[in-house]
């Protein structure tokens, strides 16, 4: 049987949406190391899912359980942008930890509050270099789909970092806030 030739698309499998090969290595090098941060993220949050405890552990294990959730599905976005773009997307643990900006902790079980702590300074520092990925797509690399879709995970990162800051807040919180009930002008609470 007689194979016909395989076009251009085919021993490329890259479709044009108007990104030079530069361009599109830029964006495959970001998609990548976005995709190893929520790597990292997500097995650290399902840790903490498998391991909390203490007098809070079914809101937080089912708040973490929801967590690695919307990671998993961001993880697989992000991956089948990396194919949309033109590259392959990274799929092995060693890949993650070298490209990785977050780290892991091995061996490390802290309590459940220091567990929401360290995932909110997580979350943060993912919101912190996706907002510099943004940039870079966008100014740098001209290809603003790639930055219009990271801004929507840095806004799914923001809306996780808040429910863990209002997790660990403070039971005086409060007390700090201009005019709140409860406070006086010298910051400290009425009795």
């Known amino acids: 049987m007689a194979t016909r030739p395989r076009t251009s698309h085919e021993r490329n499998h890259k479709i044009d949406i108007g990104l030079t090969d530069q361009q599109r290595r830029g964006s495959i090098d970001i998609l990548n190391r976005i995709v190893a941060d929520q790597h990292v993220l997500s097995l650290k949050t399902r840790k903490y899912h498998w391991n909390v405890i203490g007098p809070q552990f ?9 967590q690695y959730e919307l990671l998993a599905a961001a993880i697989d ?14 799929a092995t643990m060693r890949e993650y930890v070298e490209l990785a900006r977050l780290e892991e902790q091995p061996g490390v079980y802290p309590n459940a509050r220091d567990m929401l702590h360290d995932l909110l300074h997580d979350h ?37 970092a808040w429910m863990l800051g209002s997790m660990v807040a ?12 409860g406070s006086r002008s010298d910051g400290k609470r009425k009795r």
């Open 77 to 90: 976005e992000t991956a089948e942008r990396v194919r949309q773009v033109g590259g392959n997307a990274i």
């Open 58 to 66: 079914w809101a937080i294990h089912a708040m973490l359980e929801e």
């Open 124 to 160: 943060e520092a993912a919101i912190r270099n996706l907002r510099e990925d943004i940039d870079r797509l966008a100014d740098e690399l001209e290809d603003q789909t790639t930055a219009d879709f990271v801004t929507s995970l840095a806004e799914q990162h923001e809306k996780i």
């Open 170 to 181: 403070d039971d005086h919180s409060l007390d700090e806030q201009e005019g709140s009930a």
